[in-house]
């Protein structure tokens, strides 16, 4: 069982920086490629960013690239997204969700991957 808890959010104006991070507990030692998905009101979520379990992989939505920044730190397991040059596109709550895996190096995309999700934390960004 993995708990995951989001934190950071806020409201900011457009251009400007926050950074969401994301507190997990296992049970286990077990590794786990690590994602961000966001999910604007009356629409479906979708993915941002992930990350492999080394960190070595990252992968970004075309939306977010060059303005976002995934990592992580699997000694205080936890994961941070950085967020720049905000839009106001890019309000929505913002979700953290675990995969496990046997893979150091893979990241994952898909919302139907991960099988551990946040409560989430919202992001308004005013224009």
């Known amino acids: 069982q993995v708990q995951l808890v989001e934190s950071g959010g806020g409201a900011v104006q457009a251009g400007g920086s926050l950074r969401v991070s994301c507190a997990a507990s296992?049970?286990?030692?077990?590794?786990?490629?690590l994602g961000w998905f966001r999910q604007a009101p009356g629409k479906e979520r979708k993915f941002v960013a992930a990350?492999?379990?080394?960190?070595?992989?990252?992968g970004y939505a075309d939306s977010v690239k060059g303005r976002f920044t995934i990592s992580r730190d699997n000694d205080k397991k936890a994961m941070y997204l950085q967020m720049n040059s905000l839009k106001p596109e890019d309000t929505a709550v913002y979700y953290c969700?675990?995969?496990?895996?046997?893979?150091?190096?893979?990241?994952?995309?898909?919302?139907?991957?991960?099988?551990?999700w946040g409560r989430g934390t919202q992001v308004a960004v005013a224009s």
């Open positions: 969700a675990a995969k496990q895996t046997y893979n150091d190096d893979i990241y994952y995309d898909r919302t139907a991957e991960y099988t551990y």
């Open positions: 990350i492999s379990w080394s960190g070595t992989s990252t």
């Open positions: 296992a049970a286990t030692d077990s590794k786990f490629g």
